[in-house]
């Protein structure tokens, strides 16, 4: 009974002393991974948002303050809000089509039961290409006179399309490359997803009566796949809106703007016309846009998220 009620006060003594100990290692240990959070992500993000109320153009030696004159200046500009409604509308194409579409292919990769290896390796493959050097392809493949998407439809009985150079054509010719490149990264975030759902609630489903394809799916399958389809879902979107690297390769914002996107028009403002003030309050407003985006999805998919 001392030798207990002696340690006590020792052991208090200590706690205080090992938790600051614990404190300095554990700031020590973060210290380098925060250094590189602030300088490679915040720093640049904070000189962003403070050159967007400047009017300083790149390369110049002065800038001046000129406060919210550049938004206002974005509020009333076509270009900026041609290129905020061809970018939405990219989402909108591809975001649910490589979605679906990468749901479908996981599916029957799953379900298949040879040939998985392969499968995989052939979706992801477009993962791992270089994008821009996939455009140059695309490019031969969408020639309007000897391209194989048009020698194709044109063995249906079809017209001939130009196909990056029609202004209704070019922004869903960019929409299909973007599909064509995300779908393969989906698949296989949702092939993880089925590989991690008990196979005993296939079985309870099926004493449940649940032995249909279609009812497994919608029972068990989709409620339990919600964890990775909202993650999907949000990647999706947010490389969706990133989309530059096609629009600066096979069409340069044309023809006649139907198919410049933000992140192309940042690039022209800034590395083009030299505006970098105005460029910057571009990239802010692409920033909270996709911010609000983000957000709001996340918070509409954890509404339909089983996560047990």
């Known amino acids: ?29 973060s ?15 904070l000189a ?13 030696p002065t800038l001046r303050w000129i406060g919210l004159d550049n938004y206002v200046h974005l509020a009333g500009d076509r270009v900026f809000w041609k290129s905020l409604t061809n970018t939405v509308v ?42 821009i050097a996939m455009a140059t ?23 001939k399309q130009n196909w990056l150079k029609d202004p209704e054509l070019a922004l869903f010719a960019l929409a299909g490359i973007g599909i064509w490149q995300a779908l393969g990264l989906n698949m296989v975030l949702l092939l993880a ?22 009812t497994r799916f919608v029972t068990v399958t989709l409620p339990m796949l919600g964890p990775a389809l909202s993650f999907v879902l949000i990647i999706s979107a947010i490389r969706s809106f990133q989309v530059f690297d096609t629009v600066a390769v096979l069409t ?6 139907a198919t410049e996107v933000l992140l192309y028009t940042m690039y022209q403002e800034g590395f083009g016309f030299f505006r970098a003030g105005y460029g910057a309050a571009i990239t802010v407003v692409f920033l909270v846009f996709v911010l609000l985006l983000t957000l709001i999805k996340a918070r509409l998919a954890e509404k339909r998220v089983h996560y047990s």
């Open 1 to 29: 009974m001392t030798a207990t009620t002696l340690s006590l006060p020792v052991e208090r003594t200590r706690r205080p002393s090992q938790s600051r100990a614990e404190a300095v290692a554990a700031y020590v240990l």
């Open 31 to 45: 210290a380098p991974a925060i250094i590189c959070l602030f300088g490679i992500l915040l720093l640049p993000t």
């Open 48 to 60: 962003t948002f403070v050159l967007s109320f400047t009017d300083w153009q790149f390369g110049a």
């Open 90 to 131: 990219y989402v909108a194409v591809v975001v649910p089509c490589s979605v679906l579409l990468g749901l479908g292919a996981a599916l029957l990769i799953e379900a298949g039961t040879s040939g998985r290896a392969f499968y995989r390796a052939a979706f992801f493959l477009p993962v791992t290409a270089t994008l």
């Open 137 to 159: 392809v695309w490019e031969i493949m969408l020639h309007p006179s000897i391209g194989l998407i048009n020698v194709l439809i044109e063995a249906l009985g079809f017209s």
């Open 193 to 214: 997803g089925l590989k991690s759902i008990p196979r005993d609630l296939y079985e309870a489903a099926a004493i449940d009566g649940a032995d249909g394809p279609w």
């Open 252 to 257: 340069e914002g044309g023809p006649n703007k």
